[in-house]
């Protein structure tokens, strides 16, 4: 008899009642909850796409030399230490390779993975996939963790708080990994949003820079997607990078399973990864928006924690003594969501992300710049 495997609900199926009544405004809903791009994805990615589309052979695995190219390109721009092209791999996105590295690097039962305590939950479901124990943790105090442990997840800037992780964190996460013989994987996603001016000129640190790593990528990843500086999540672009070993682990794994990138989408992805300019447009965008939204949310009395740092997101809760605050019982993310969804705006509860996060909720920054004026009208009025 075959045993279910122990996964979660999908928290998005959890809120469905608030949508229906966002749904209801006069004026339309307003969706700020999954952080799904709406801008166009730029001329230059389709254009690539589009040259590529007469692809009628099996696409590699491992990547067109030209995609490879790209991705170290990219690894340069972010200062990061060339792994060399045994050490960058392309990916259906970012959220597979989450969900399914544990089990491609042969983590089974009985192996602990390590996840920050706020975090996104394909962590933990990833852990669950291998059959392996996941354990959250704080990522920014190695102090405060286990013993021992066999992958550690990091992910900053953080989703949903937008938390950075300096360069002194980060290397004391790996000084703790190497000392246990642990991997390390570092979620990057959203490094390219980069809000306070510290990570403006200096950029987001990243585990695979010479100063965190010493010059040493072994027992290292790093993940990135294009969703999200590219507007390219229907495209399922991401990458992987760092110690050739794991990545020809991954690389092994993923050719029996036929998991290879689509040709044209490996176009796409080179021009995306060696174009900077419309990121550069899409930062200002978001800047924009991110700006007129924590305006009006200061204003109506809310307050954001550690979104100022970077990222996607704003990660707001309410002080004690929040004036909307109606019902005495209804504290916490749950009670904003319906105080938004009133409103006709759609957000993400924090307990999506662990039970430490139940007392606020995430707000995306990905809705077009008349729906962010709605939104900022109706959260003032």
């Known amino acids: 008899m075959l045993a279910p495997l122990n996964l979660p609900d999908f928290p998005w199926d959890t809120i469905s009642e608030a949508r229906a009544r966002a749904e209801e405004h006069v004026g339309g ?3 700020l909850s999954v952080g799904t791009p709406v801008d166009a994805t730029p001329e230059v990615v389709q254009n690539a796409l589009r040259a590529s589309s007469d692809s009628p ?15 170290r390109a990219w690894v ?12 960058v791999l392309p990916t259906t996105g970012s959220k597979e390779i989450v969900a399914w590295l544990p089990r491609m690097l042969g983590a089974r039962e009985g192996n602990v993975i390590l996840f920050p305590d706020v975090a996104y939950p394909t962590y933990e479901v990833g852990a669950n ?3 392996a124990v996941p354990l959250a943790v704080n990522q920014a105090d190695v102090s405060t963790w286990p013993n021992t442990a066999d992958i550690v997840w990091l992910n900053s800037p953080s989703n949903p708080t937008g938390q950075v992780l300096s360069a002194d964190q980060l290397k004391s996460v790996v000084r703790w990994a190497r000392e246990r013989n642990a991997i390390v994987v570092a979620d990057e996603c959203y490094a390219e949003l980069p809000w306070s001016q510290r990570y403006r000129d200096e950029g987001v640190p990243s585990l695979l820079h010479p100063a965190v790593c010493e010059g040493d990528v072994s027992g290292l990843l ?15 672009a991401g990458v992987v990078v760092g110690d050739p070993q794991l990545v020809q682990a991954l690389l092994e794994v993923r050719k029996h399973g036929g998991m290879m990138v689509p040709a ?13 300019a419309h990121v550069d447009e899409q930062y200002e965008r978001y800047r924009e928006r991110r700006r007129k939204l924590a305006a009006a949310l200061s204003r109506a009395g809310f307050e954001l924690d550690e979104s100022n740092e970077a990222g996607l997101y704003l990660w707001v809760t309410s002080p004690a003594d929040w004036a909307g605050k109606t019902d005495q019982s209804a504290v916490g993310g749950r009670a904003l969501l319906n105080w938004f969804a009133a409103r006709g705006i759609l957000v993400a509860p924090g307990d999506f992300y662990g039970p430490t996060a139940r007392n606020h ?3 995306a920054l990905t809705a077009t710049d ?3 004026d709605a939104a900022c009208e109706r959260i003032e009025s």
């Open 29 to 31: 809903i307003v969706d």
């Open 57 to 71: 052979g099996y696409p590699l695995v491992a990547g067109t030399q030209q995609v490879r190219d790209a991705i």
């Open 76 to 87: 340069q721009h972010r200062g990061m230490v060339d792994p060399g092209e045994s050490g």
């Open 129 to 131: 996939l291998a059959g």
């Open 222 to 236: 790093v993940v990135y997607s294009l969703s999200k500086q590219s507007n390219m999540a229907g495209y399922r």
């Open 264 to 276: 044209p989408v490996q176009a796409a992805m080179s021009a995306a990864l060696t174009d900077r």
């Open 361 to 363: 909720v995430r707000i």
């Open 370 to 372: 008349e729906r962010i």
